[in-house]
């Protein structure tokens, strides 16, 4: 009997080992499969994970600790940092090299996109055969995003700076694959802009392709424009004050060009134009006091006001994508501004 115990501990302990081996294997293989993914996709980013772990029911991987960076901040750079996420998918096809997932949930993820003065170098030509990744859905909770407009450098720099919290996203199916690289994938995410008002935002595009073309539908309500003033204050020169309780900006980006349109409708609505590089100071007090007679004609028996414009914009030399549409919406909201 003792050496039946003994047998039957000396196998479960080699079971064990067994298993611890095959973990630390197959997690080298996940991370490796990972980071080759990443440095394909992206030359010069770089990921890190605190921890990688293996889940049975369901099969799923679990990564812990995400830490995502890539680019410059004098140009463009995004840091992105993720508490957990889940992956479902079979080992054997990352151990294969083939990337694909079941399902993808992201938990508590934060975005910081940093925009800079100098243009975006150009990226580099893709050579040789691309990794397999496909991706069935990706559903993201508890996000946050933040954009960084920085102008100038060292201690004169100044930054304008947008939050985006409380973000709760889902993202359809997408792939390198060829059946999957230039077709559209669809999004959509919900949150708060800054610490008032509600967002509901789509976007359509095809991440993987060569050619640049986004569709992106935002609503929002309850905004206090207070809070988004200090952002468009350092980057256009304008403080605003008031509310916006509905608006709503339908932005189509093909290529260089921006076209859309943006209806929003304001109550107590304020503008202040400062001086800037741009504007003098003469430009600057006519624009307040032609933006003062108007708002004050156009509020005698009518508020709120509700009011439909088209924009369209060329895009900048290297320009980077989320500040272009940021200033379509822009724009087309001091135009409905301009007309009250």
Known sequence: MRTLFIKILAALGVILMILIISHLVVT?????????FVNESCGNCTLSLDRVRLAVLPPSIILEGVRLSGGNDKTTKVDAEVERIVVRSSLRNLISGELN?????AHAPHVVVTEGDLPIPPSRPEEGTRMVC??????????????????????????????????????GELGTT???RDQKVHGQANGRLENSGGFVLTVETAPFSKVLNVDVDLQMTEQNLADVSPFFQTTDGIRMKGKLGRGRSVIKVQEKRLTGSVQVEYEGLEIHYEETGSRGKVSAFLSNLAKSIKL????????????????????????????LILRGMKEGALKVAGNL
């Open 178 to 180: 060829p059946p999957l």
């Open 101 to 105: 997932f079941e399902g993808v949930q």
């Open 134 to 171: 496909v991706i069935e859905g990706i559903e993201v909770t508890a996000g946050n995003f933040t954009y960084i407009r920085v102008f100038g450098s060292d201690k004169e720099a100044r930054k304008a700076i947008l939050h985006v919290k409380d973000i709760r996203a889902s993202v």
């Open 296 to 323: 004050r004609s156009s509020t005698l028996g009518r508020t709120p006001a509700d009011q439909t414009r088209n924009v369209e914009l060329q895009r900048e030399p290297r320009e980077a994508l989320v500040h």
């Open 28 to 36: 080298r293989a996940i991370r490796r499969q990972l980071a080759a």
